[in-house]
């Protein structure tokens, strides 16, 4: 289930499928606004829900956007939503 923490605006998904072992960060570090970004993992239809991150995220600290690093563990696809945290910037 996503966590309630922020308000998604107008977002983009992004599939990733990277090579077992794969470590790798998936930032919004040079957005010029708030955002979010939510990890998820399964299929589509049946996604769950990993992470998600706010603001401040590893590759962004002390900023309003988001990051999140990763280790991939297997064959797994993921699937990222990235979006403003509301309709403050439109």
């Known amino acids: 289930m996503l966590r309630r923490a922020a308000v998604f605006y107008r977002g983009v998904c992004i599939v990733l499928t990277p ?3 794969a470590r790798f960060t998936v930032s919004t570090c040079d957005s010029t606004y708030d955002t979010v970004l939510s990890v998820f993992t399964n299929t589509c239809g049946a996604l769950s829900n990993l992470t ?3 603001g401040a ?3 962004c600290p002390g900023s309003s956007r988001a990051s999140v690093n990763l280790t991939n563990q297997g064959a797994i696809t993921y699937y990222f939503l990235a979006s403003a945290t509301g309709r403050t910037m439109w």
């Open 52 to 54: 998600c991150n706010t």
């Open 19 to 21: 090579p077992p072992g």
């Open 57 to 59: 995220g590893p590759a």
